[in-house]
């Protein structure tokens, strides 16, 4: 260490666009982003209000939507997906329909681009069932065990139908175990396993579920997901779920919570997401709409953050639009 501190200029290091470049510390690369798609059951385009610049799509406008987000780097996608008019029921029978809309689309995807593509499928009932839970319902209770079997079995689907990864979201115990045991009996043990292993009962979930017509008819998530009071909590579940055989383990919402991204990114060798979620899109959106933002600075800002704190994956709904403008 120099003694004299006025010969210390940190500023030197920022002195200059070139020295600011070599000495920059976070990247945020489009290999790194994941694109969120809402997948209708019928075909065409439907807009979220909440949402601006997102669209529920058919599966050929999918189809077209990737084949476009490939071309600005777009590698990896999420898909959710949305029920038939009428097919949303007490158990979520849907969810593990070999025809489902998910399935038909994960096989469509890789039937047109295969190995250009990395399909990532989330796993939960919530869009399927009549009451909106994410898990089976009994006398206003979500149950937990019970749930599983039609967890593992929409796992199976979507594997089956060709996902590379499935990243179950509800928050309840023994999914991991359970999902994994599941797809390596039928055979699946390539099929990767993303848990939303550190998910908060958070506000900044609103736009999405109306996205995906998933908001709970009755009550609340908060006895599945987290308290945002508790970080020690976040740990533990961490890992229980790197314990029962996750991949990649995620943090959601992500800027809220970066504190736990960071404690993570020490506590676990494994790959870290951050989920950049519907409310922070929406929030960045309808600032930028009535210009108090600067949005592609904003994104970027918060989309680096992400990454510095620790996160190794980003999955956000401004992937497309933040590589088209060439905000990162
Ligand atoms: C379903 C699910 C939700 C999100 C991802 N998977 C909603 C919820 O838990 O209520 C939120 C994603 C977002 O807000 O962008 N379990
Ligand atoms: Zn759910």
């Given at each position: 260490m120099q003694q004299d501190s006025s010969l210390q200029r940190p500023r030197r290091l920022r002195s200059s666009p070139l020295m600011r470049e070599l000495v920059a510390e976070t990247a945020v690369e489009a290999r790194s982003l994941v694109m969120p798609h809402f997948v209708l059951p019928s075909s065409g385009r439907a807009a979220i209000a909440s949402m601006p610049g997102i669209e529920r799509v058919g599966r050929e406008q999918l189809l077209h939507d990737v084949e476009s987000d490939l071309e600005l780097g777009i590698k990896s996608v999420l898909l959710f997906g949305l029920a038939a008019e009428?097919?949303?029921s007490p158990a979520a029978?849907?969810?593990?329909?070999?025809?489902?809309v998910v399935q038909q689309a994960v096989s469509t995807l890789k039937a047109e681009f295969g190995d250009e593509i990395f399909v990532i499928c989330d796993v939960c009932l919530c869009a399927y069932t009549d009451h909106g839970h994410c898990g089976l319902i009994e006398g206003g209770r979500v149950l937990n065990d019970a749930s599983l079997p039609a967890l593992c079995d929409m796992a199976v689907s979507l594997a089956e139908a060709g996902a590379d990864m499935v990243a179950p979201s509800d928050?309840?115990?023994g999914r991991v175990r359970a999902i994994r045991r599941a797809l390596d009996s039928r055979?699946?043990?390539?099929t990767a396993l993303m848990s939303y292993a550190v998910k908060y009962a958070s506000a900044y979930y609103g736009p999405f579920r109306d996205a995906a017509?998933?908001?709970?008819?009755?009550?609340?998530r908060k006895s599945y997901q987290m308290d945002p009071r508790n970080a020690r909590e976040a740990l533990r579940e961490a890992q229980l779920d790197e314990a029962e055989g996750a991949d990649i383990l995620m943090v959601k919402p992500a800027l809220a919570y970066l504190d736990i991204i960071a404690e993570l990114r020490r506590a676990s060798n494994l790959p870290l997401a951050a989920y950049h979620v519907s409310g922070e899109y929406s929030a960045i959106k309808a600032a930028a709409e009535r210009g108090w933002l600067d949005e592609p600075r904003v994104v970027a800002e918060n989309l680096v953050a992400l990454r510095r704190a620790g996160a190794d994956i980003l999955i956000t709904y401004y992937a497309r639009e933040a590589l088209r403008g060439a905000w990162l």
């Open positions: 009428g097919h949303k029978e849907a969810s593990k329909d070999p025809s489902g928050m309840m115990d055979g699946l043990e390539d017509d998933s908001a709970p008819g009755q009550g609340d």
